[in-house]
Structures are given as structure tokens and as C-alpha cells.
């Protein structure tokens, strides 16, 4: 169970390498340290490991370690990936060590390179690329790219960015966001329509639970990114004194909640069919806690709005408004705090809802 936790870290050092290669093109003053840099690429060559640790530790014990290490390495999908990631992570710790892509083009575009192939193994070695091939992979890989160019390029200017330098960096940054996020959103579609088709089924299940706090917790997400895109050119352009780099933060976090949820996904039973996962796995405690009693395999979730509902909800909405007013009086903790209060809210509104 807590493979998982290697995960949000791992898409995080994704995010530094890709933000930073973005950066350093378009603001190449900009100054990150290299052992930022380093960290992420080891990081990216170790954690990626732990998907494939899983798999060997589930039938180590009935052949042993050392011929299911071999095995898994050599005949399993994650495996070959695997030794593609490390071999592509090598080489992109010695370009960062010696080859200063801030300074060198060919380095620069060598670490592109590299960063789209170990992007692609991961994509390769993804879930829905064993059940739908190349459609599968395709939209892994990019709505990977995608979260990483958006919310990389973020998270490093949030942290290493000059104040001054944010009007200029906004004026690109903003539509190459709205590019970013056009593509999450279609791929994201494709991978929630192949893995989990029967979405409101699926939240008896962890997966589906998970499922629906990321997707909620993308609401709030959206709120900041619109108001650190253009309400924060006008706050720049009206005073100089203003930082913008607190707020960048505070979505950076809600980036990293979403990366924790995502990893924690990936460790569940996927509901392509939740009738038949129900069968081999049990109903999600805290669907149980909420709706005391059996639940059949073959049992059909239905809206049944009841009063507690409309209570979640209205604090869910209030929530939603608590945040545009932090955002009013600049209060960006205040704002990350009532988004958190909205998807706790309106999770709780959505699981209730339903018997």
C-alpha cells in the first residue's frame, strides 16, 4: 500500500525538469539551483522504480526474488520501461551535470529529448496503455506532458522567479496554460471514459473515490489559475510592490494534493467494471461508514438527494464564494484554505446523494 507514496514526488521531479527546460528558453535569467536539478533527475531514476518493486515483492513470494526481479525486468511491460527510464535518466543527469542546457542548445534540446522519452515510458508502462494500446498510451503521455508543462513551469517560477520579472513571464505563460489545460482536459476525458466508464458505480470503490476528490479538486485548481492569470496582470500592472510568487504557491500546492491523489489511484483496483472488481474487492470503507448495510456486487447506485445533501452542498457553494473573497483581500492562504473546504464538502455532498 504505501508504494504509492513514491508516486507524487516522482511526478513532482517530472514537473521541476520540465518547468525548468521551459523557463531557462524563455526567461534565461532565471537562476535554479543545480542540485534542484540533479535531485529531480535521480529522483525521476530511483521512484520510477518502485511501480516495478510492486509487481516483483507481489510474486517474489512464490518463485523467489531473484527469479521474479529477472522475470518482471525482462518479460513485463513495466520492467522494459523501467530500464528505458533509467538508462534515459543517466543520460539526462550528465547533461545537467556537464552539458549546462541554460547555456548550450544542443544540450537544451538533448534534455527536451530525453524528458519526452522518459515522459513516453512512462505512458508505455501506464495501465490504460495495456488496455487500449496506442490510444491508451497516447493519452497518458500527453496529458502527462501536459501537467507537467503547466504545473512544472508554475511550481519552479513560484519558488525561482523574480517578482520582477512576472508581468513578462505571464504574457507567454498564460496561453501556453490555456493550451496546457485544453489538452488535460480531452485526454483526461479519454483515460476517465476507459477506466472508469461506469463513474458514479465506481464510487463504492477507493479508485472511484479518489477519482472524484481529483476531479473536484481541479474546481478550486481552475479558480486560482484564472486569478493568477488575469487577475494578476492587472494587480502587477496597478503595483509594483505586489508578489505574485505566494499565490503561484498556494496553486502549486493544490497541484501536489492532486499528484498525491493521483498516486494513490494508481495503487486501486481500476472499476472497469465495478460489479465484477466488487467481487474480488470490498466496498470502500468510507462508503460503508456513510451507507451502513450490504452491498450486492450487481447493486446499482441511484441519486436520492436527502437533506444532509442539501447541507454539503450549500457549504460546498459557500466554500466556492469564501474563496473569491480571500482572493479579494489577498489573502492566499484564506483562498487555498476554503478550496480544500469546498472538496471535502462537496465530496461528502456527492456520496450522500447516492444509495
Given at each position: ?33 543545480r542540485k534542484v536539478l540533479l535531485l529531480s533527475a535521480i529522483g525521476i531514476s530511483v521512484l520510477a522504480f518502485f511501480p516495478v518493486l510492486r509487481i516483483v515483492m507481489f ?212 472499476p472497469h467494471n465495478v460489479s465484477e472488481t466488487l467481487r474480488e474487492n470490498p466496498v470502500s470503507p468510507v462508503f460503508r461508514f456513510l451507507h451502513p448495510g450490504n452491498f ?56 450522500i446523494s447516492v444509495s
Amino acid at each position: 500500500m504505501w508504494y504509492w507514496l513514491a508516486e507524487p514526488p516522482l511526478y513532482l521531479c517530472f514537473a521541476i525538469i520540465t518547468g525548468w527546460l521551459l523557463l531557462v528558453r524563455f526567461v534565461p535569467s532565471i537562476a535554479i539551483p543545480r542540485k534542484v536539478l540533479l535531485l529531480s533527475a535521480i529522483g525521476i531514476s530511483v521512484l520510477a522504480f518502485f511501480p516495478v518493486l510492486r509487481i516483483v515483492m507481489f510474486f517474489a513470494e512464490d518463485i523467489g526474488f531473484g527469479l521474479t526481479f529477472r522475470n518482471v525486468m525482462m518479460q513485463f511491460t513495466e520492467g522494459k520501461a523501467y530500464l528505458w527510464t533509467l538508462l534515459f535518466g543517466v543520460l539526462l543527469i550528465l547533461i545537467i551535470c556537464f552539458g549546462e542546457p541554460e547555456k548550450n542548445d544542443k544540450a537544451w534540446i538533448s534534455s527536451v529529448i530525453l524528458i519526452t522519452a522518459l515522459m513516453a515510458a512512462q505512458g508505455w508502462s501506464s495501465h490504460v496503455a495495456s488496455l487500449y494500446e496506442w490510444i491508451g498510451f497516447a493519452s497518458h503521455t500527453l496529458h502527462f506532458y501536459a501537467v507537467s508543462v503547466w504545473a512544472g513551469t508554475l511550481l519552479v517560477a513560484g519558488w525561482f522567479l523574480p517578482s520582477s520579472r512576472w508581468a513578462s513571464f505571464l504574457s507567454w505563460f498564460h496561453p501556453m496554460a490555456i493550451l496546457s489545460m485544453s489538452v488535460i482536459f480531452a485526454s483526461g476525458f479519454i483515460l476517465t471514459v476507459s477506466v472508469a466508464p461506469e463513474y458514479v458505480q465506481s464510487w463504492m470503490l477507493p479508485y472511484g473515490q479518489a477519482l472524484l476528490i481529483k476531479h473536484l479538486l481541479i474546481i478550486p485548481l481552475l479558480c486560482f489559475a484564472f486569478f493568477n492569470g488575469w487577475w494578476m496582470k492587472r494587480k502587477i500592472a496597478n503595483d509594483r510592490t505586489f508578489e505574485p510568487r505566494g499565490w503561484a504557491k498556494k496553486e502549486g500546492a493544490l497541484v501536489l494534493l492532486i499528484y498525491s491523489v493521483t498516486g494513490f489511484m494508481n495503487q486501486q483496483a481500476a472499476p472497469h467494471n465495478v460489479s465484477e472488481t466488487l467481487r474480488e474487492n470490498p466496498v470502500s470503507p468510507v462508503f460503508r461508514f456513510l451507507h451502513p448495510g450490504n452491498f450486492e456486487p450487481d447493486h446499482m447506485l441511484q441519486f436520492t438527494i436527502q437533506p444532509m445533501s442539501w447541507l454539503f452542498l450549500a457549504f460546498a457553494l459557500l466554500s466556492l464564494l469564501l474563496m473569491v473573497q480571500s482572493f479579494r483581500r489577498h489573502t492566499g492562504f484564506g483562498a487555498f484554505l476554503s478550496g480544500i473546504l469546498f472538496v471535502i464538502a462537496a465530496f461528502a455532498a456527492a456520496l450522500i446523494s447516492v444509495s
